[in-house]
Nanobody, 118 residues
């Protein structure tokens, strides 16, 4: 069973930066694409970014393109999300998951809360 543990969230002012981490265990991490998703209060969970198993390809939601960068370290079984130029509308609980066919494959972890103040 895959376990996903997100960390790195916090409170930041608009225009600031945060780096999220997601440690995965229970599967051959380097064989799968990984994604970040987020869920804002009162809204459905949405796709944020994804990265191929090798790290050679990345994909972003239009709302974060140019501000967020997804990366991974297969030796550490960890995927990262560097978030710059944060906006209040980025406030959400952020989750990582195995990414397959445009969807999340595994059970969700606890997520990490990002709050951006104006």
């Amino acid at each position: 069973q895959v376990q996903l543990v997100e960390s790195g969230g916090g409170l930041v002012q608009a225009g600031g930066s945060l780096r999220l981490s997601c440690a995965a265990s229970g599967r051959t991490f380097s064989s799968y694409a990984m994604g970040w998703f987020r869920q804002a209060p009162g809204k459905e969970r949405e796709f944020v970014a994804a990265i191929s198993w090798s790290g050679g390809s990345t994909y972003y939601a239009d709302s974060v393109k140019g501000r967020f960068t997804i990366s991974r370290d297969n030796a550490k079984n960890t995927v990262y999300l560097q978030m710059n130029s944060l906006k209040p509308e980025d406030t959400a609980v952020y989750y990582c998951n195995t990414y397959q066919g445009g969807n999340a494959l595994d059970a969700w972890g606890q997520g990490t809360l990002v709050t951006v103040s104006s």
